[in-house]
């Protein structure tokens, strides 16, 4: 996290610990959950169950860690749970066999190719997302509102409406193996949550040390500024649409091989559990402001919540009612934490104080 | 409200209406008004006078309630008043008319006099015919024959302010506070605007004017106050005073500038804009940026001086590759550039630090550091990934290159103040390495210390070969260091003149009157 210089007043030690504990809550937070809940129940704290938990999380980390980079630079994806069902039943379909009539033929692609194919259809839907927005100048939330509604009609379309069962495979056929992604362990450790790990690394990688991570910050926080530095805006605004589409991608899978099956309303409200965990993390839906390791931090803080209300017996009724109050808390958390920091600075006060008027900065130069 | 006749006075016979008493106003650690002093009196018209970043449009603030002060007296007719919004100070008839109009383009201008304190009937419907009524009565009052009916997008510029004046005289308004009424005015509704006022001073209208041009401020004001750096160095009723006076307050003891630098051959021709258009958007068959031709040598100083909408901003978005041009050719190193987009114009050496540092310079996210690495990733990048080693080099030397007053790359940029944050513009972009350096208006909203930083940095560049363009609307800033003076006027280059030129050939030129 960076540090945050607390602009001219003289902050004393009280206030720093509350500093601390603001900056940290993601993780605080995910501490209280663990303690609390391994309280009330003798079953919670276990390693069997932790990691029952966190293949739980792997399909909201994956599309947060999406959202996240949608949310940098100021948009959002309200697609992606629905780009989630399309591309697993778009597996579900490769994995039971495409058949091409006209030439009597069947094809059974492995699942390698299924899986790569799979992504490619997400980074497309992405893409079409990417392009409404950075170039026809579609407000996000509309054009991605409309690929919630397209995404998740041509999943169904695909279907029937009906599910896709048979993922196994049929070892005659070479194509076994789909279950293995969200069942099997490697160093005892679920793939699910492997892969997670995984593109948060390398996520992780991309937004901190590559070129590209900067452009994301800088048009999130200031997209005129970012393009006059030379910045290509249209191209980073399209490009994370596209990741976005493919972290949805993965989850699409990943949960298609946990449940055996892809049935075309999987994870209707996803894109709301992701916004969540993104927020929970403290980025800003102005953009500009968050981190990968914080938007996994917020996807733990509401997987384990929900796994535990769950555990302990509360109903899901009260399930909903404690996960949209913590999402709430969170962005109280945040307005806090940013006020705070912009007391120096822009923004708010530019909007009391016009762009001529600076002669309050001009004096103290 | 019956006032106590305690006036003080002494100047003129007519009777205070609203005093300033010792305001002080701070932003955090910056005194942004020292003990401000003045009196407003009822039916004249009080000016205050004061270069970018004095303090006016804070103390305009002040005075209509948009802000508070941090301590001091704002006394209403004897009565100490306390306005915690600008509602407040409008009940109690102060209104300001802000520089960008606050009206409603798509309503009537019936819908906007009457905008949120809408007369209703019995019933609690409107009562638009009553509405009406008023309205037109209060444009005749003005002699403006607008019809309250005409959607407010259709009207002047000039004819939106006087809706906005009858708005705020709707309101029982007895003191109006203009911030720059007349900028975006032609030359006829200036003299409309100039009536209107006369006519609000025969009523017992007091209005306080704040504007950019001293000469036509003159022809009206009563009384002058005039700020610099946050501090009343002067105030005044019209008899005393003079144009030279008034810039003598404003500037205070002459600041120097330097002189072009001198001493070493100018270069090949860096930059050559060949008849280049622009076109506006808003109106079409306009052109913001006329045919315009200029050719800047490396290690040549060119100030483009003009007034607002001169098409400055214009020229230099469009040769830094923001906006595309209509028309003619921008040749770099006598390469023509017009197809490239601004990463690739950076690359090849062609930078704009662009005129609001806030709105299109900063990131207000990133810390000083990032924003000053923000134009030149590449340098720091090695096989796909940044280096923080080379990227703290270079923001060392950035900030030790151009002077910001920091306490290091990790600060975050809200704590700069204004002239700092428009060092790290400048740093991020000479970070680039670029021949030529654009800036426009550089010096807007910094202090003068600031200024002179500045220019010294633009003076040395240029001694190394740099090609300099800067726009100014600051008629001082044209003597100091450019070797070539452009003065722009409705797209057009109007004049060129050489070091040697005075003020008033420079202001003639841009189309401002010089009546004395």
Not at chain 2, 61 to 90: H, M, R, W, Y
Request: glycine share 10%; hydrophobic share 45%; charged share 20%.
């Amino acid at each position: 996290m960076s540090h945050y210089n607390n602009g001219s007043q003289g902050k004393k030690g009280g206030i720093d610990i509350i500093k601390i504990l603001l900056e940290g809550r993601a993780f605080f937070a995910l501490i209280a959950i663990i303690i609390v809940f391994s309280i009330l129940s003798p079953v919670y704290f276990s390693t069997g169950n932790f990691l029952t938990m966190s293949s739980h999380v792997a399909v909201f980390g994956l599309l947060g860690i999406g959202m996240l980079f949608v949310i940098l630079t100021g948009g959002i994806d309200l697609s992606v749970g629905s780009t989630l069902a399309l591309c697993g039943v778009f597996a579900g379909m490769l994995l039971e066999g495409v058949e091409i009539e006209a030439l009597n033929l069947a094809f059974f692609p492995s699942v390698w190719v299924v899986v790569v194919l799979t992504c490619l259809l997400g980074g497309l839907v992405g893409s079409i997302n990417g392009v409404l927005v950075a170039y026809f100048k579609v407000p996000a939330f509309v054009a991605t509102l409309g690929m919630l509604y397209v995404a998740r009609g041509a999943a169904l379309l695909l279907t029937d409406g009906l599910t896709f069962n048979r993922l196994s495979g049929d070892p005659a056929l070479g194509n076994t193996g789909f279950e293995w992604l969200g069942f099997n362990k490697l160093l005892g450790i679920p793939v699910g949550v492997l892969i997670l790990f995984f593109v948060a690394i390398v996520c992780m990688l991309a937004l901190s040390r590559t070129p590209f991570g900067r452009w994301i910050y800088s048009t999130g926080g200031n997209a005129r500024a970012a393009e006059l530095s030379g910045v290509p805006v249209n191209r980073v605004k399209l490009s994370v649409y596209i990741i976005s589409g493919v972290c949805a991608a993965l989850a699409g899978i990943v949960l298609a091989s946990q449940l055996t099956s892809a049935g075309p309303t999987a994870g209707t409200t996803y894109e709301l559990t992701a916004i969540a965990a993104v927020v929970i993390g403290g980025a800003s839906l102005m953009g500009g402001r968050g981190s990968v390791r914080n938007t996994l931090l917020g996807a733990f803080v509401i997987g384990f919540l929900a796994d535990g209300l769950v555990i302990i017996g509360v109903s899901a009724y009260w399930q909903m009612v404690f996960t949209g109050s913590v999402i709430v808390f969170a962005v109280m958390l945040n307005n806090i934490q940013y006020s705070a920091k912009n007391k120096s600075s822009k923004k708010l006060e530019k909007k009391q104080i016009d762009s001529k008027d600076k002669n309050s900065e001009a004096t103290a130069a | 409200m019956y006032n106590n006749q305690k006036s003080t006075a002494k100047t003129t016979s007519r009777e205070v209406i609203l005093s300033a008493r010792n305001v002080e106003k701070r932003f955090g650690a910056v005194q942004a008004l020292k003990e401000v002093n003045f009196d407003i009196h009822r039916g004249l018209v009080t000016t205050l006078f004061g270069e970018n970043g004095a303090g006016k449009s804070t103390l305009m603030k002040i005075l209509s309630g948009v802000i508070p002060q941090t301590a001091g007296d704002i006394v209403l007719e004897g009565k100490n008043v306390c306005f915690s919004s600008p509602s407040d100070a409008e009940a109690l008839g102060i209104t300001i008319i802000h520089q960008e109009l606050s009206l409603a383009p798509n309503l009537n201008v019936r819908d906007n006099i009457f905008m949120g304190r809408e007369l209703t009937k019995v019933s609690g419907s409107v009562d638009y015919s009553e509405e009406a009524r008023q309205a037109e009565l209060l444009m005749k009052e003005l002699d403006e024959p607008i019809h309250p009916l005409t959607p407010v997008e259709d009207l002047r510029v000039g004819q939106q302010q006087i809706v906005e004046i009858a708005r705020a005289l709707s309101k029982k308004s007895r003191i109006l506070i203009m911030d720059e009424p007349t900028s975006a005015l032609s030359a006829s509704e200036v003299e409309t605007l100039f009536k209107v006022v006369r006519d609000l001073k025969s009523k017992g209208v007091s209005i306080v004017y704040i504007s950019h041009h001293l000469e036509e401020a003159l022809q009206i004001t009563d009384h002058a106050v005039v700020l610099r750096d946050g501090v009343m160095t002067a105030y005044a009723p019209r008899c005393e005073i003079d144009l030279q006076w008034i810039v003598r307050h404003m500037v205070g003891e002459s600041f120097d500038l330097g002189s072009p630098p001198e001493g070493y051959e100018q270069g090949d021709i860096a930059l050559s804009i060949q008849h280049l258009c622009v076109s506006d958007d808003n109106v079409a068959d306009r052109y913001v940026v006329d045919d315009l031709s200029l050719d800047v040598r490396a290690g040549e100083i060119v100030c483009i001086y003009g007034l607002m909408g001169a098409g400055r901003t214009e020229l230099l978005e469009c040769v830094a590759g923001r906006v595309r041009q209509s028309e003619g050719k921008i040749l770099l190193q006598s390469q023509e550039v017009s197809h490239y987009n601004i990463a690739q114009r950076i690359e090849r050496g062609l930078v704009l630090v662009p005129e609001d540092r806030q709105r299109d310079g900063l990131v207000a996210t990133m810390t000083v550091g990032r924003n000053l690495s923000l134009a030149s990733i590449n340098a720091f990048t090695r096989k796909g990934l940044t280096s923080s080693s080379l990227e703290e080099g270079m923001v060392a030397s950035a900030i030790n290159k151009v002077h910001i007053k920091t306490d290091g790359g990790e600060a975050e940029i809200g704590s700069l103040s204004g002239g700092n944050q428009q060092k790290v513009v400048i740093g991020k972009m000479l970070a680039t390495n670029p021949d030529v350096f654009m800036l426009d208006e550089p010096s807007r909203g910094i202090d003068i210390g600031a200024k002179a930083e500045v220019f010294k940095l633009l003076s040395e560049g240029a001694r190394e070969g740099l090609a300099v363009v800067f726009t100014t609307s600051e008629v001082s800033e044209c003597l100091s260091i450019p070797h070539r003076v452009v003065v722009m006027s409705k797209g057009r280059i109007s004049a060129e003149f050489g070091p040697g030129v005075s003020k008033e050939e420079i202001m003639a030129a841009s189309g401002e009157s010089v009546a004395a």
